[in-house]
């Protein structure tokens, strides 16, 4: 099984040291690819040196994070683009739109939101979508940009019965599982339980939302296993049906070079 985390953060600082050992664990485990989307300017070198160590491994992706718009935005949004033309990306993010711990930029966070938007069109390059607690605004860009036109993932997709009936109405967009749905009180499972596995991709976010039963610790890109398990009870499906069927959808949505589906 070589499975594929679609939304990690390696390149943090939470993880100095150890990266490199992080990756040797990753790769013995099974893992054959980690996707990295940037936060903001100040990660960029970061998540470049990191995939520069492992080209065939970690996967870059280019953007600014909803939580990094201030009033530096227009500033940080060029300098975010002025890299897309240095070097290959897999996809346009993290991206999207946060109300939960501030809604002073909310104005803001739509322009960059939408302006990241058209250069996935551009580019033809995926978006990796960041939403909390702001659904309706993120439905309200992409379909003012141009819905049929992109592609993309919702990353940590935890939403209710009726955000997921929106988002399956976008054909070409799957969503992110993570560490939530093992969590004890999460009704993820019984929510996705509601589409096909064809529509959803395994992420990890680390060093965020680490599954049971290292809930609370730093998460690891090995730790994706607990959420495949999980996944893969949900659907009743094996654990290798669950792990290749998401692999396809992975390398299908996103840009990845030297990865091929068959």
């Known amino acids: 099984m070589k499975l594929i985390d679609t ?8 993880f100095d040291p150890e990266q490199d050992q992080l990756v040797t664990i990753a790769k013995e485990s099974g893992i054959d690819t980690l996707l990295l989307p940037n936060v903001d300017t100040s990660t960029i070198r970061r998540m470049h040196d990191l995939c520069d160590r492992y080209p065939d491994f970690a996967y870059p992706m280019m953007g600014l994070h909803p939580t990094s718009v201030d009033e530096h935005y227009a500033k940080n949004l060029k300098e975010t683009e002025s890299w897309l033309g240095k070097r290959v990306y897999c996809g346009i993010g993290e ?26 069109i551009d580019l033809n390059l995926p978006v990796a979508i960041h939403t909390r607690e702001a659904y309706p605004e993120v439905f309200d860009s992409l379909y003012k940009v141009g819905a049929d036109t992109l592609t993309g993932v919702f990353h940590s997709f935890t939403g209710n019965e009726a955000e997921l009936e929106e988002i399956k109405k976008l054909n070409n967009f799957k969503i992110g599982i993570n560490g939530v749905i093992t969590f004890k009180n999460s009704r993820l499972s019984e ?3 509601q589409t096909d596995i064809r529509k959803i991709v395994l992420e990890t976010d ?25 996944v893969a009870q949900t659907y009743g499906l094996t654990l290798e049906d669950t792990v290749e069927t998401t692999r396809i959808n992975a390398l299908k949505l996103f840009k990845i070079e030297n ?4």
């Open 259 to 262: 990865k091929p589906i068959s």
């Open 206 to 230: 680390a060093p965020y939302l680490a599954p049971a039963p290292y809930r609370g610790k730093r998460n690891e890109p090995a730790y994706i296993w607990k959420t495949a398990e999980k």
């Open 191 to 193: 929510i996705i339980r």
């Open 95 to 120: 991206i999207g739109i946060d109300l939960y711990w501030d809604k002073t930029y909310l104005k803001e966070q739509k322009e960059v939101f939408e302006e990241q938007l058209r250069w996935s």
């Open 7 to 14: 939304h990690n953060h390696l390149y943090l600082e939470d």
